[in-house]
């Protein structure tokens, strides 16, 4: 029993020996979709190519961020130290006295 395939490959077949014409078409249409096939996987290359472009830009734009917080935030630790620092020495009972009850509130806590 033929298959469906070979039949219609039998039926191109004879119609093509009978047909120069129509078998210049079937080159033709041959041509055009290897064409189109190519055209299609250099779009696909080149989108893949534009996809690790755009994905390595926003890599290198999130770590260039990233280390301009990181930047800011040992700034601010700075800033936050020479204050704390600055408070110490102008004040140097009351930080004793807070730091007492601190540790004071820290035993309560930690005995429970």
Known sequence: MATV?????KA???ATES???LQAQITALKDDIA??????????KSSAEDARR???????????????TFDDLRLQAREL???LTETVRENPLTT???AAGVGFLLALIARR
């Not at 395939?5 to 490959?9: I, T």
């Not at 064409?35 to 696909?44: E, K, V």
């Not at 926003?58 to 280390?67: M, P, Q």
Request: aromatic share 2%; glycine share 4%.
């Open 5 to 9: 395939s070979s039949k219609v490959r």
């Open 12 to 14: 191109v077949d004879e």
């Open 19 to 21: 047909n120069p014409d």
């Open 35 to 44: 064409n189109i096939a190519a055209t299609l996987a250099r779009i696909g």
């Open 54 to 68: 755009s994905a390595a830009e926003s890599y290198e734009t999130a770590r260039v961020r990233g280390e301009e």
């Open 81 to 83: 130290e020479e204050q």
């Open 96 to 98: 004793i006295a807070v």
